[in-house]
C-alpha cells in the first residue's frame, strides 16, 4: 500500500497520512509535490514529505488526497531538510513550517509557473499600408508595434488605452506575432559586469581573499566600521561566485533597503536580478521565486523570508546588517534568518558572510571561539575619517521642542558650509502621547498598556502596537476642559521645528509614515543626492546602509533611548542603533561630527563608546553577559502565554510550572523563571505572561522544550490561552 505523509498547515505538531489520488502512479510521485486534500471541514494544500507503507490510522479510514498539484517537487530537499530542522530546532508545527517555505501563491494552490506575460511584435513585412484606411484602431495599434521593434507587453498596450479586440485581427492578418516573455530568462550577456570594480584597499582584499580561497562551508563575519566599505567586498565577492556559475543570494533587513541595494547591484551587473520581499504582490514574488529556483536570476536579494528561497546553483549566502533584529520572526514561525544561512550554508556546502559594523554579541562570541572566520575593517575607505563625537549634556538647559539652543547652532553652522545635516529620532508621530493640562488625563490606548500617539498628518491618535486609530478630541473625555496640549515631540513636531527654525532649508522627514507612498524613498534620496543642503529628519529607517556624502553632521536627539531597559539586549540595542547612525556623517571628503544630546553625558556606556569605540563596549558587555549567565553564554527560551481575561495566562503559567515540575522528568541543568507578566502585560485586547527557560548547553533545554509541547497539547487548560514557544528570543518584550 502507498501512503503519503503530508505537510498540513495546522497548530498539531505532527504530519497526516493520506491515500494518491485515483490514476496516481506511486513512482510519479517525489517529496516536495502539493496535494489538495480535504483536512476537517476545509480544503487546504497539503505537502508530500514521504512515501511510506505502513500507517498507525487503519487503512479503511484513510481519506484520499484530492487532486496532485505538481508535476515535479515544488521544494528541492535541501530546501525541505532546512524547514524541517528549523521546525524541530524552534518547536513550531512542521506542516506550517514547511509552507511558510513556500511564496503565498503556492499555498493557495495556484500552478507553479510564470505569469504568461505576452510581447507583441509587428512581422518584418508589416506596414500601414497593409491596412484600409478607414481601420484606425488597427492602424494605431501597429504604428505603436512598428515602434517598438523589442517588443511590448499586452499590459503595456492596455496602460496606453489600447483594446486587445485589434490585436487578434493583426494576428489574423498576419501583420503582428507575439512571444511568451520571462524578465528573469538569461540572455547571453559577453561580460557578467556592468561597471569595473573599485580598488580595494588593503583591508578590503585580504577579507575579500579570505572569502573566495575557502570553496566549501565557511561562516565569514566581516566585522567593518561603518563606510569601510563592506559592500563593495560583497560586490566582489558575487561576482567571483558568478563566474563560477553559481547564484548569490543577499538578505537586507528592511524592504526599505531593498530598491537601493537591487540599484547598486544592477549598476555593477549584467546579470538578470530577482527582489523578494513583502512589498511585492503574490504574483511578482512567484515569479521571483521560480526564477531563482529555476537558475534564471543569478543574484537575489530579499528580506528575511527569502532564506528559504531555493537556487538552481547555490554559491553564496550574504546577511547584511546582521545584527538587525528584523531578521528574527517575532509572530508565528519565530525563526532567525541569520541563524538559519549558517544552516542552509553547510546543508549546501557555501559560504556564508555575515556583515556589520556592529555585529551582534552572539556573532562576536562565535567568532572569538572560533567558529566564524573573523574579518575586521577598522579603516574607512577612501580618505575619510571617522566622525568626532561629541556628548551634549542637555541637563538644566531650555528646550524647544527637545533641540538645545547648541545643537540649533551647530545644525545653522553645518548649513552655512554648504553641507547636509542628518537628524535622528526615533519615535513617531506628532507627540508620544495627548495630555489634559487641567486634570492630568491622557490619551491611552483602550487594548494595550500604552499611550497613543497623536499624529498630525492625517489628524489622528494612533497605538503603534495594535494599530487602533481613534479621532483627536476637541475636549478632555475627563474634566471636559479645552486644554488639551502634545506632551514631547515625534519625528512629525520636530520636522515642524526645524521647518521654523530654518525655513530656506528643506527638511525631508523619513519614517514608516512619510515613506508609505510607492517611490517616496527613492525621491527622498535622490533629492539628498544633489548633493544640496537639507536636513534629513528621520527615525532608525536612516540608520542603515544609506550612503550621504555630503552628510557633515549627525544630531541624536535623545541618546538615552535604551539605557535603561528592561530587556537585557537594550543597552546592546541603544549602542549599536547610535554607532549605525552616527556612521552617516563624514563618508566622503568632508569631515563628519555626531552630537549627542543625553541627560547622562556621565553614563558609562555612552562613555565607552565615544572614546572607545563599539569593540571596547562589547568586550565590556560579554563580561557582564558570562557573569550573568545570559546569552551567547546561556541558551533561553521564553514560553509566552495571552488570555482575554487577567490573571490567566499568568495562573496557567503558574500551574504549568507546578504540573511539569512536580510529575514529569525534567532536567536539572535546566533552570526556570518565573512566571511573570510580560513588560507590556496588556496588548491587543490580550493579557501576557511568560516564562523563561535557561541552561547551559542546548541539549537540556531542547530535550525540556520537546516533552513541554508534548504536554501543552494534551493539557485542557492550554485550549483556554494562546501559547508560543520563543527559542532564542531577540528580546523579552
Not at 517588443?151 to 479586440?165: H, R, T, V
Not at 498628518?457 to 494599530?467: A, I, N, Y
Not at 521654523?500 to 532649508?505: A, K, V
Request: charged share 20%; aromatic share 6%; glycine share 6%.
Amino acid at each position: 500500500m502507498t501512503i503519503l505523509r503530508l505537510a498540513i498547515p495546522s497548530p498539531l505538531r505532527r504530519l497526516f497520512d493520506y491515500l494518491p489520488p485515483d490514476g496516481t502512479e506511486a513512482d510519479d510521485l517525489q517529496p516536495g509535490m502539493r496535494f489538495k486534500v480535504t483536512f476537517g471541514r476545509r480544503e487546504t494544500i497539503g505537502l508530500l514529505v514521504e512515501i511510506t507503507s505502513s500507517s498507525e490510522i487503519p487503512a479503511n479510514k484513510l481519506k484520499p488526497a484530492r487532486e496532485l498539484l505538481d508535476a515535479t517537487p515544488v521544494l528541492p530537499p535541501t530546501i525541505m531538510e532546512l524547514a524541517r530542522w528549523a521546525a524541530g530546532y524552534y518547536h513550531h508545527p512542521e506542516g506550517d513550517a514547511l509552507h511558510q517555505a513556500l511564496p503565498v501563491a503556492l499555498r493557495h494552490g495556484d500552478p507553479c509557473d510564470y505569469r504568461h506575460s505576452w510581447f507583441w511584435h509587428a512581422d518584418k513585412e508589416a506596414s500601414l499600408e497593409c491596412l484600409p484606411g478607414n481601420a484606425h484602431r488597427q492602424r494605431s495599434l501597429l504604428e505603436v508595434l512598428l515602434a517598438h521593434p523589442q517588443g511590448i507587453s499586452q499590459e503595456a498596450l492596455k496602460a496606453e488605452g489600447f483594446d486587445p479586440a485589434p490585436l487578434k485581427n493583426l494576428l489574423n492578418k498576419g501583420l503582428a506575432h507575439r512571444e511568451q516573455h520571462n524578465p528573469y530568462a538569461l540572455s547571453a550577456q559577453p561580460e557578467i559586469l556592468r561597471q569595473p570594480a573599485l580598488p580595494l584597499n588593503q583591508e578590503q582584499q585580504s577579507a575579500l581573499t579570505g572569502i573566495t580561497a575557502h570553496a566549501g562551508f565557511q561562516t565569514n563575519l566581516l566585522d567593518g566600521v561603518t563606510g569601510s566599505g563592506k559592500t563593495e567586498v560583497y560586490l566582489q565577492a558575487i561576482a567571483h561566485c558568478l563566474h563560477q556559475g553559481k547564484q548569490a543570494l543577499v538578505l537586507v533587513p528592511e524592504i526599505g533597503l531593498t530598491p537601493q541595494t537591487i540599484a547598486r547591484f544592477k549598476a555593477r551587473f549584467n546579470v538578470p536580478i530577482a527582489a523578494l520581499h513583502s512589498g511585492l504582490t503574490d504574483r511578482q514574488r512567484l515569479d521571483g521565486w521560480l526564477a531563482a529556483k529555476d537558475g534564471h536570476a543569478r543574484i537575489i536579494i530579499g528580506t528575511r523570508s527569502a532564506i528559504f528561497t531555493p537556487m538552481a546553483a547555490p554559491g553564496m549566502l550574504i546577511i547584511d546588517e546582521e545584527h538587525d533584529t528584523s531578521f528574527k520572526q517575532q509572530e508565528g514561525f519565530r525563526y532567525s534568518a541569520r541563524d538559519l544561512a549558517v544552516y542552509r550554508g553547510r546543508l549546501e556546502n557555501i559560504p556564508v558572510i555575515l556583515g556589520s559594523a556592529t555585529p551582534a554579541l552572539e556573532s562576536l562570541h562565535n567568532a572569538l571561539e572560533g567558529r566564524y572566520h573573523w574579518l575586521k575593517l577598522t579603516e574607512r575607505a577612501g580618505h575619510s575619517l571617522p566622525p568626532a563625537f561629541e556628548l551634549l549634556d542637555i541637563r538644566q538647559q531650555p528646550l524647544t521642542d527637545g533641540l538645545s539652543e547648541p545643537l540649533i547652532a551647530r545644525i545653522r553652522h553645518h548649513l552655512h558650509q554648504g553641507t547636509q545635516v542628518l537628524v535622528f529620532l526615533n519615535r513617531r508621530g506628532y507627540a508620544p502621547s495627548l495630555m489634559c493640562h487641567d486634570c492630568g488625563w491622557i490619551a491611552d490606548c483602550s487594548r494595550c498598556d500604552a499611550h497613543l500617539t497623536l499624529h498630525r498628518q492625517p489628524p489622528r491618535l494612533h497605538c503603534h502596537h495594535c494599530d487602533t486609530q481613534q479621532p483627536v478630541p476637541h475636549h478632555c473625555p475627563q474634566c471636559q476642559s479645552t486644554e488639551i496640549m502634545p506632551m514631547g515631540a515625534g519625528t512629525e513636531r520636530t520636522e515642524q521645528t526645524l521647518q521654523s527654525l530654518f525655513p530656506n532649508t528643506p527638511v525631508l522627514r523619513v519614517d514608516r509614515d512619510s515613506t508609505q507612498r510607492k517611490n517616496a524613498m527613492h525621491q527622498i534620496t535622490e533629492q539628498v543626492a544633489t548633493g544640496k543642503p537639507c536636513i534629513l529628519l528621520g527615525t532608525q529607517m536612516l540608520a542603515k546602509g544609506h550612503h550621504f556624502p555630503r552628510v557633515t553632521l549627525v544630531a541624536i536627539i535623545n541618546a538615552d533611548g535604551g539605557l535603561f531597559s528592561a530587556d537585557f539586549r537594550g543597552m546592546e540595542r541603544t549602542a549599536q542603533l547610535i554607532l549605525q547612525v552616527a556612521g552617516r556623517a563624514g563618508r566622503a571628503d568632508h569631515p563628519g561630527q555626531v552630537v549627542m544630546q543625553t541627560h547622562h553625558a556621565d553614563h558609562p556606556m555612552l562613555q565607552s563608546l565615544v572614546s572607545q569605540g563599539y569593540d571596547a563596549f562589547a568586550t565590556l558587555e560579554l563580561q557582564h553577559r558570562h557573569l550573568a549567565n545570559l546569552p551567547p553564554y546561556h541558551h533561553y527560551a521564553i514560553l509566552r502565554a495571552e488570555a482575554t481575561q487577567r490573571g490567566r495566562a499568568d495562573a496557567f503559567l503558574s500551574a504549568l510550572r507546578q504540573q511539569f515540575t512536580s510529575h514529569l522528568q525534567t532536567s536539572h541543568a535546566c533552570q526556570w523563571l518565573g512566571p511573570f507578566p510580560s513588560p507590556m502585560e496588556k496588548r491587543g485586547g490580550l493579557f501576557r505572561a511568560q516564562l523563561m527557560l535557561h541552561a547551559a548547553d542546548r541539549k537540556p533545554l531542547h530535550q525540556l522544550l520537546q516533552q513541554l509541547c508534548s504536554f501543552l497539547e494534551q493539557h485542557p487548560e492550554a485550549r483556554k490561552v494562546r501559547w508560543s514557544i520563543d527559542v532564542d528570543p531577540a528580546d523579552t518584550f
